[in-house]
Nanobody, 117 residues
Framework: QVHVVESGGGLVQAGGSLRLSCVAS????????MAWYRQAPGNQRDLVAL???????NYAESAKGRFTISRGSADYTSYLQMNNLEPDDTSVYYC???????????WGLGTQVTVSS
């Protein structure tokens, strides 16, 4: 069984910052990246940022220059530093572990980020 737990969400004013954390544990197999997705009510779940086991990163256009994804020193940990937050960033943020080229993976239950104007 695999557990993926996100934390660090909350309510912040526009222009503020939050740091999300993701910790995964259990019988994790065949993954080579960790990623953050977000989903607002009525919208699809979209990729925000991704980091591979080799340290390569990829960001959504909306995240470039404001968000930074990183890996922790422990296996299967990841952080998303979010700066200069905007009301449009309001979403549930999900952590995913997966393998590039394979749509399957391990998901957390999400953490709510709310940005007030």
């Amino acid at each position: 069984q695999v557990h993926v737990v996100e934390s660090g969400g909350g309510l912040v004013q526009a222009g503020g910052s939050l740091r999300l954390s993701c910790v995964a544990s259990g019988s994790i197999f065949n993954v080579n990246y960790m990623a953050w997705y977000r989903q607002a009510p009525g919208n699809q779940r979209d990729l925000v940022a991704l980091i591979t086991t080799s340290g390569d990163t990829n960001y959504a256009e909306s995240a470039k220059g404001r968000f930074t994804i990183s890996r922790g020193s422990a296996d299967y940990t990841s952080y998303l530093q979010m700066n200069n937050l905007e009301p449009d960033d309001t979403s549930v943020y999900y952590c995913k572990l997966g393998r590039i080229g394979n749509g399957l993976g391990y998901w957390g239950l999400g953490t709510q980020v709310t940005v007030s104007s």
